[in-house]
């Protein structure tokens, strides 16, 4: 095997990638908030002096609307768990073999798209030596598995004239801990995958050992699947989820400002005389002018100020020490910024927010195109969602022909629909024609229905409801209706994906 240049491959990345991982990084940050992220975010005032700053650090609160957005998108998607006819069952259940389920895979493949843009799943195989049973690979759980990893760990790749990856140069970060006598290591490692073989290069930080090998596995194809976003870096264009942090920060900034504002409205700025600061320098002048040469000390002169600052105004001003402080009215301008910020925020991906208080009803031709144009979105991020996790699947089958590559169909029918109002339109009905039994049913059954469409059903319980809607009839006793309701509630509880946002 050629001379290898590892620093080649611990330096190397794509122009895609350099141009975009800071940005990643960012969204990523912000996806997580907590404190770290306050202190990236939080915008430091030209005129603020570094005891204010930390403050404002100290205070602010980060409302994390990014990882509501990114999450709220992959709930919507996956509210209803995707059909896998003839799937293996272990692996549907452990596909990561860690214990994550193939649905949680694919939510996370899903949020990465949603914050970054781009995303991969990769398939691999554990390493063993020698020749193995099929009893050795059920008690070593010898087998294929998947993950999602986030654009930042895929540094580098290429495409074939054909269309379809060359190779892919996958990044890890190892924590070696294993011996308890031993100073735990930081490994990097570096994966150049090619359609027939691994090469595996290792960098022990602590010790600065260095080690590589080559695993074939004679696939004949590269076993990762990379997306990204059609209709942003696929045109060329950034990601709307950076215009989603950029809002965020705005508002996490005017927030703090709102913040402070209250703290100075509590805790004013004293305002103090000139005439204050020429007695304390004339009491000081004196107090070393008269110093006890005995004891060589001097009585201590406290004018030490709180609240980290105070302004000194000329004989000709009030000339009273006072404290002064922002109005109301500047928080309540800041507050109502953040919330038209909020919205915007919203508008920008297409969610909408509770509608503004107000009696006036908005057209059915505009909530009619609101709820189609996120419901395209979710079917076609369905769609997404589906080829790719197919194109694992059959990577899983290269590896280990042994499991099938399943029949996958991801649910595209999404209901927007105002749950409140829709409710309530099916109270108005039900009270029409009360005396009118398959009239009464079919209204059950509308009911029903709706609520499928919200959350899927298991069948079992769908067919109870069914059952107690035909049994009820309008002269039904009560413990039959009352029967019907818990059956209902408890159908729409547990996992209901709320497509209202209770941020108001």
């Known amino acids: 095997m050629p001379a290898i240049d590892h620093n080649l491959i611990f330096s190397r990345e794509n122009p895609f990638y350099t141009a975009n991982k800071n940005l990643w990084q960012r969204c990523l940050a912000a996806y997580g908030g907590g404190t770290k992220y306050i202190k990236r975010a939080l ?66 493949f899903s949020t990465y798209l949603n914050i970054c843009g781009c995303a991969w799943l990769a398939v691999d195989m554990p390493s063993f030596d020698g020749y193995k049973t099929k009893a050795d690979e059920i008690a070593e759980r010898l087998r294929p598995y998947g993950v999602a990893l986030s654009p930042l760990q895929v540094p580098d790749w290429s ?37 027939t073989e691994v090469l595996v290069l290792t960098h022990n930080k602590r010790t600065g050992e260095r080690t590589e090998s080559v695993v074939q596995h004679g696939l004949g194809a590269v076993p990762f699947v990379r997306h990204v976003e059609i209709d942003g870096y696929g045109l060329g264009e950034n990601h709307w989820f950076e215009d989603v942090v950029r809002i965020s920060d705005s508002i996490l900034n005017a927030g703090s400002e709102a913040q402070m504002n209250v703290v100075k409205q509590m805790f004013g700025l004293l305002v103090i005389p000139e005439d204050f600061l020429d007695t304390i320098n004339r009491q000081r002048d004196e107090q070393q002018t008269n110093t006890d040469d005995a004891t060589g000390k001097d009585e201590p002169l406290s004018y030490t100020l709180a609240r980290s600052a105070a302004l000194f105004e000329s004989a000709e001003g009030k000339g009273v020490s006072r404290y002064i402080s922002p109005s109301g009215a500047e928080t309540t301008t800041i507050r109502s910024e953040i919330d038209a910020l909020r919205k915007e925020m919203y508008s920008t991906v297409g969610l909408a927010t509770s509608k503004e208080n107000t009696k006036a009803v908005e057209s059915a031709e505009a909530k009619a195109w609101d709820y189609q144009n996120i419901e395209h979105y ?51 009905l039900s009270g029409f024609n009360q005396d009118n039994e398959p009239y009464q049913r079919e209204v059950g059954k509308t009911a029903l229905a709706m609520l499928n469409r919200l959350r899927q059903l298991p069948a079992d319980k769908t067919e109870e409801i069914l059952r107690l809607i035909d049994s009820s009839t309008p002269g039904a006793d009560k413990t039959e209706r009352d029967a019907l309701v818990r059956a209902m509630q408890s159908g729409a509880g547990g996992g209901n994906v709320d497509n209202t946002s209770n941020d108001k």
């Not at 603020?48 to 919507?76: D, K, V």
């Not at 054909?162 to 006598?181: F, I, T, Y």
Request: charged share 30%.
């Open 43 to 108: 915008v430091r005032h030209m005129s603020e002096i570094e005891p204010e700053y930390i403050e404002r650090i100290n205070r602010a609160s980060y409302m994390n609307y990014p990882r509501r957005i990114a999450t709220l998108i992959t709930q919507y998607v996956l509210a209803k768990r995707p059909e896998r006819e003839g799937a293996d069952s272990e692996v549907v259940e452990d596909f990561t073999r860690t214990g994550l389920r193939v649905d949680e895979v694919m939510r996370q």
């Open 378 to 428: 979710m079917a076609t991020r369905a769609d997404v969602l589906e080829q790719c996790e197919m194109q694992a699947w059959r990577f899983i089958n290269a590896w280990m022909p042994t499991i099938p590559v399943p029949t996958i169909s991801y649910n595209r029918n999404f209901a927007i629909l105002e749950l409140q109002e829709s409710v309530a339109t099916l109270l108005d």
């Open 159 to 195: 495409y074939a004239a054909d269309g379809k990856l060359a190779w892919v140069l996958e990044a890890e970060v190892r924590l070696d801990n294993s011996d308890p006598m031993a100073e735990p290591s930081v490994i990097e490692v570096r994966k150049l995958w090619n359609r």
